[in-house]
């Protein structure tokens, strides 16, 4: 039975004391008015228990907004939730991408992630298309998505609110990729389910490479902050040639510093005895934090990345399905995914609040009890690249 106002709760006793469940949590579809913004689709979710977060049906469905009793969780770029039809994919020699970047979750994929590329097209067997030109972190992210459904579920006592689309990553003599998307929270709950299905519609053998750009803010993010994760290894350091010089580590994140330069790391995460793997943001000082949950099968590589740029201030948790070192370097080693008609990848994911000092200090022991991650702030990054298999968790 859903948890809300302090106790437990049944179905019958919340129907009766209102009209309609949306008096205290729902899912309801709008229209965004005004600016950049104008014409966006969106679900906001409110479970009840002081979640809210947005799902910006126009643009692959992702996370917008997410805020807790009024805290706020989800990033708000300088770009804003901006509408796909202003979005030039190929601007800025590929970093056009950037001008839509904004909220707590920007997918990335379906063919590609990271940074541009540009890769042979024999495989799509169109003899004027010579290559695929892909710009940053790929497609899919300012794609519209086509509402399936959305709604509410009871099951006995328990409700869970819902909303399922299809992204469609899709051309002639190319890609045809649609990306099945649901996302689930329960009535009470301060947790985010996700779960995608990335299938190869089309008949052309095709890549895919996927990642989530789960962005955090402030409050979870600010002075004294940490990112706790069950890292068994740092592999890699975008800026390990002057690893230093603005002093500022993988474990804690320091106020907000004008002209900071984006850091990225990989890590090699343990994953628990259920194959999972939980990264958390905490702000033990305000009793705060928030805690991604992923599956080493489906998400074998994870970034850390620290944009603490004043005017940006955000941390990113990274699942991914390949090592930052990209595409060429997963064909190389035999790593990059292939699908073919009717393939497909799943995804399983959830986001989770943690609201409170005993959320907080039970989610660092959980962690903590699966690997504890280095004590120095600069460890020096391996190099060891652990083989992936493209095997995991396909299916047909």
């Not at 990335?198 to 095709?206: A, K, L, M, P, S």
């Not at 399905?321 to 064909?331: C, I, M, P, Q, S």
């Not at 035999?334 to 393939?343: A, C, P, R, T």
């Amino acid at each position: 039975m859903p948890q809300l106002f302090g106790k437990t709760i049944s179905r019958r006793e919340l129907a009766s004391r209102s009209g309609s469940l949306s008096q205290f949590a729902g899912v309801r579809l709008s229209t965004l008015g005004d600016g950049v913004e104008r014409g966006n689709r969106q679900l906001e979710f409110r479970t009840g228990s002081g979640l809210r977060f947005t799902v910006l049906v126009d643009r692959a469905m992702d996370i917008a907004e997410c805020e807790h009793n009024g805290r706020a969780v989800g990033w708000h770029s300088p770009s804003g939730f901006r509408n796909p039809a202003l979005h030039e994919y190929e601007g800025e020699g590929g970093l056009g991408w950037f001008r839509s970047m904004s909220g707590l979750l920007i997918t990335c994929g379906l063919d590609h992630v990271l940074f541009m590329h540009e890769d042979a097209a024999d495989h799509y067997h169109y003899g004027p298309r010579e290559k695929v030109s892909s710009s940053l972190h790929g497609r899919v992210g300012t794609i519209p998505a086509r509402l399936t459904g959305y709604g509410e579920e009871w099951q006995g006592d328990e409700c869970v609110l819902w909303a399922e689309g299809v992204v469609q990553q899709s051309t002639v003599f190319g890609e045809d990729l649609h990306l099945i998307r649901r996302i689930e929270a329960d009535v009470g709950g301060n947790e985010i389910r996700l779960h995608d299905r990335v299938i190869n519609h089309g008949f052309y053998r095709t890549p895919h490479m996927y990642c989530y750009h789960i962005n955090v803010s402030h409050p979870v993010v600010a002075e004294g902050s940490r990112y706790i994760a069950p890292v068994r290894d740092v592999i890699w350091a975008a800026h390990e040639a002057d690893y230093q010089r603005q002093n500022t580590g993988y474990r804690h994140i320091p106020a907000p510093i004008p002209n900071f330069h984006e850091q990225v790391w990989q890590h090699d995460m343990a994953p628990d005895t259920g194959g999972r793997v939980n990264v958390a943001i905490v702000n033990e000082a305000m009793g705060f934090g928030f805690e991604v949950e992923t599956l080493k099968s489906q998400f074998p590589s994870m970034y850390e990345w620290q944009n603490l740029h004043a005017g940006h201030y955000a941390m990113g948790i990274e699942p991914a399905t390949n090592h930052v070192l990209g595409k060429d370097f997963a064909r190389e080693r035999g790593e990059l995914i292939w699908l073919e008609h009717g393939e497909e990848r799943r995804y399983d994911s959830v986001f989770r609040i943690l609201p409170d000092d005993s959320a907080v200090h039970d989610a660092v022991r959980r962690i903590e009890a699966v690997c504890r991650q280095p004590n120095e702030d600069y460890p020096k990054p391996s190099g060891h690249y652990p083989p992936i298999s493209i095997e995991a968790e396909a299916g047909a």
